[in-house]
């Protein structure tokens, strides 16, 4: 497997551990000092505090909902780092009235290491959204 089917798989990894609801196994694939950036603008460094944060919404508000990154663009920096670039979307959230928000979408930046094993993990995941220019 290249690299960039790699990084692609390895977000499918983090989605499946979303999907089934598994914020240990999600944790797992970013390093020990990793940051995550919700789509919600928070962010977590490290690995303990994005199981947290995780668990804490996928036993909550999101229990149930489904995650996919779809990556569009893998650029390899040098032979141990790469970014990938992507949209997220995350469906199925219920809302207070039991019936789910409208698909919850954000472009990502993800920020690869390899370790020398030869397995890419996750330095930083970031999602953000683009502000419409003014006409």
Same mark, same amino acid.
């Given at each position: 497997?290249?690299d960039? /089917?790699?990084?692609?798989?390895l977000?499918?990894?983090?989605?499946? @551990?979303?999907n089934a609801? =598994?914020?240990? +196994?999600?944790a797992?694939?970013w390093?020990d000092?990793?940051?995550? *950036?919700?789509?919600?603008?928070?962010?977590f460094? !490290?690995?303990?505090?994005?199981a947290? =944060?995780?668990? /804490?919404? #996928?036993?909550g508000f999101?229990?149930?909902?489904?995650?996919e #990154?779809?990556? +569009?663009?893998?650029? &390899?920096l040098?032979d141990?780092i790469?970014? @990938?670039? !992507?949209?997220?979307?995350? +469906?199925?959230? @219920?809302?207070p =009235?039991?019936? =789910?928000?409208?698909?919850l979408t954000?472009?990502?930046?993800?920020?690869?290491?390899k370790t020398? /094993? !030869?397995d890419?993990? *996750? /330095?930083? #995941?970031?999602?953000?959204?683009?502000t419409?220019?003014? &006409?």
């Amino acid at each position: 497997m290249n690299d960039q /089917e790699a990084i692609k798989q390895l977000a499918a990894n983090v989605d499946a @551990a979303f999907n089934a609801g =598994d914020s240990t +196994t999600m944790a797992s694939y970013w390093v020990d000092d990793g940051l995550n *950036v919700n789509p919600f603008g928070d962010a977590f460094r !490290g690995r303990t505090a994005i199981a947290s =944060d995780l668990h /804490e919404s #996928l036993t909550g508000f999101m229990k149930g909902s489904r995650h996919e #990154l779809a990556v +569009t663009d893998v650029y &390899r920096l040098n032979d141990d780092i790469a970014v @990938a670039d !992507g949209v997220a979307t995350i +469906t199925g959230v @219920a809302g207070p =009235d039991g019936h =789910d928000f409208p698909p919850l979408t954000s472009n990502f930046t993800l920020i690869c290491s390899k370790t020398t /094993e !030869g397995d890419w993990q *996750v /330095e930083q #995941l970031r999602a953000y959204q683009f502000t419409p220019k003014p &006409r």
